[in-house]
């Protein structure tokens, strides 16, 4: 600081060192304001060229830099999108395999848009996690992946006015994001299928049974059987909840109840796989005696032994799409929701 000839400060910017400028020092060198300097070094309309040019000219002689979480709070932005799943337990596992696939889509379509992702884990139960992520300014919005008391979850995002966007059939006919596969039409790929393949008694091990991804899923098996003629009968109808014990489980619950039975379409890649454990421990040979087509086609579908004959969802792409949309909604308010199609992929269990 140092004073004029009436002893008044005079402010002065010394430029020993050329770095460590601020905004407010730009403007002072280009005698504009700090708004103008903000507009100019990003490339706003607003700004004439001439202008643009001498406020980028010293902003990179004194080696000026961006501050970015300065200027995203400035912004009220964090460039930071909650990816929402349950807390099952402590740590990812197995059963956790179509999750961490859709993650990676979604962290590759938010990585393409400048955007990070935090992994949020909630209580199905707990009501206020969307407002204090929101309300902390730590992230601008939600991929909702919960299935359990999904409606309660998008009620209460949609009440606090979060933007989000959710994976699976939307219930209602509520104004919001979704992607969701044509769960319809892949239950009914499955079932004519195993139809075509001569199957006469088709099983249906489905999700659980109030979901509605699940109960499509068994519609279109369920029509794809009335038109052949079939019959739909209760003993070859069961459910899990997608884990591989549940899917053993349920296996083994219709090889009781229908011993006869040929074929079964499950729900899940996880849950088909641990079918076929507990088909093959009651003696019985995939595909010869029983054939088995699954849903999704996770990785690790082509690497089963037999590999296994899948309904897939392309699920890389679907999270991906997750990741735009959202953003979409972020940058322009436009709300879209996508039918992702499905498609038969033969393998050796069926």
């Not at 956790?96 to 909630?122: C, K, P, Q, R, T």
């Amino acid at each position: 600081m140092v004073y004029n000839a009436t002893g008044c400060k005079k402010e002065v910017i010394l430029m020993r060192s050329k770095s460590a400028l601020t905004i407010a020092d730009i403007a002072r060198l280009a005698n504009v304001s700090k708004s103008t300097v903000s507009r100019a070094l990003n490339d706003s309309p607003l700004i004439g060229q001439e202008t643009k040019e001498r406020v980028r000219a010293i902003a990179q002689e004194y080696n000026f830099c961006i501050n970015a979480p300065a200027r995203q709070l400035s912004l009220k932005q964090s460039k930071t999108i909650a990816f929402v799943t349950h807390a099952y337990h402590n740590e990812f596992t197995v059963n956790d395999l179509f999750v961490l696939e859709i993650m990676s889509g979604v962290s590759h379509g938010l990585y393409a848009n400048g955007y990070d992702m935090m992994v949020v884990y909630v209580n199905p139960r707990e009501s206020r996690w969307a407002s204090q992520y929101l309300n902390s300014g730590r992230v601008d919005g939600f991929i909702l992946m919960t299935s359990a008391r999904k409606p309660q979850h998008i009620h209460e995002l949609l009440e606090i006015g979060a933007p989000f966007i959710v994976w699976g059939v939307p219930p209602g006919d509520q104004n919001y994001c979704s992607v969701t596969g044509d769960n319809f039409n892949g239950g009914r790929l499955a079932a004519e299928y195993l139809i075509r393949s001569g199957r006469k008694r088709i099983a249906f091990l489905g999700g659980p049974a109030n979901e509605s991804e699940v109960q499509l899923r068994y519609a279109g098996y369920k029509a794809a059987l009335q038109a052949a003629g079939m019959s739909i009968e209760p003993g070859l109808i069961a459910h899990g909840d997608y884990t591989i014990a549940s899917g053993e489980a349920a296996m083994k619950q219709l090889l009781e109840r229908s011993p006869d039975l040929d074929a079964v379409f499950v729900n899940s890649d996880l849950m088909a796989i641990a079918a076929m454990k507990a088909i093959r421990e009651k003696g019985r040979r995939i595909p010869d005696d029983i054939g088995v087509v699954g849903y999704d086609d996770l990785s690790i579908a082509e690497l089963n032994n037999p590999p296994l004959t899948t309904i897939r969802q392309n699920i890389p792409q679907a999270g991906r799409l997750l990741a735009q949309n959202l953003i979409q909604q972020l940058q322009t308010g436009v709300l879209c929701s996508v039918t992702m199609p499905v498609e038969l992929v033969v393998r050796a269990s069926a």
